[in-house]
């Protein structure tokens, strides 16, 4: 600090130190000690995601000295892989279309036939879930009707099977069964198709899997039908 007269005043004024910021403002800079890098989040995989990949770890190159390159510590640098998909997944995918794909034709197989539709109906009865069966029976009465049956049939359709609260009522959202109601009012030939095919699905995967677990030999003989049926039209 230093004082000094003032020019043209009796009165000794005081001229503070200028302060350098850097010396007294040093702790707001950041610390260059610190490395940057350690606060970077690393990326994690889960291990559920680890248990659906194969996984190849940093296989060393060849020694090959266009392939290879040496650090300053002398190391040859690996190779860093990705994680591939197995094709195990892959096949797993597959096996379940083909599963539901071969599901689905044994119950077309079925249903084309009059005792394979009988003997399901009555199993369907012990689960007390027949009326599955007998709408998407119906609605194929409903596709090959004529047109004069076709609004009579329509209304039977709609009222045991899709009005809310009735008897016989069948497991279909809210939009499904207004579509459908109003494509019946227009007496369209295909009016129900969307409703018998969420029907038909429902069955596939739910009681004629049940159904083929309990009956296999059932599914045999129909099947060796077939077989005799489609060699006797050629």
């Known amino acids: 600090m230093k004082w000094k007269v003032c020019p043209s005043s009796s009165v000794q004024c005081y001229s503070p130190k200028v302060i350098v910021a850097k010396e007294d403002f040093s702790f707001c800079l950041p610390n260059k000690a610190e490395n940057p890098k350690s606060k970077l989040r690393k990326r994690r995989v889960s291990a559920v995601r680890l248990n659906m990949y194969d996984r190849t770890l940093r296989r060393p190159l060849k020694e090959n000295p266009s392939n290879c390159t040496n650090n300053n510590a002398g190391k040859t640098t690996l190779e860093r892989t990705t994680l591939v998909r197995t094709s195990a997944i892959r096949k ?76 016989h009522e069948v497991n279909l959202n809210y939009a499904s069964r207004k579509f459908a109601e109003l494509k019946a009012a227009k007496r369209e030939r295909e009016a129900f198709a969307n409703v018998q095919d969420n029907v038909f699905n429902l069955m596939n995967q739910d009681s004629f899997l049940r159904f083929k677990l309990k009956y296999p030999s059932f599914m045999a003989y129909l099947e060796s039908l077939h077989k005799v049926y489609r060699t006797e039209n050629i």
């Not at 034709?105 to 009059?114: F, K, Y």
């Not at 007390?128 to 090959?144: A, V």
Request: charged letters at 30%; aromatic letters at 10%; hydrophobic letters at 30%.
């Open 92 to 167: 797993a995918k597959h096996q379940k279309r083909c599963n539901r794909s071969s599901s689905k034709s044994q119950l077309n197989l079925l249903m084309s036939r009059t005792v394979g539709v009988a003997a399901f109906r009555e199993y369907l009865a012990s689960e007390y879930s027949e009326n599955n069966l007998d709408f998407w029976i119906d609605c194929e009465k409903y596709r090959h009707s004529n047109e004069q049956d076709m609004e009579s049939v329509a209304g039977r359709i709609v009222a045991k099977y899709l009005k809310p609260g009735s008897p």
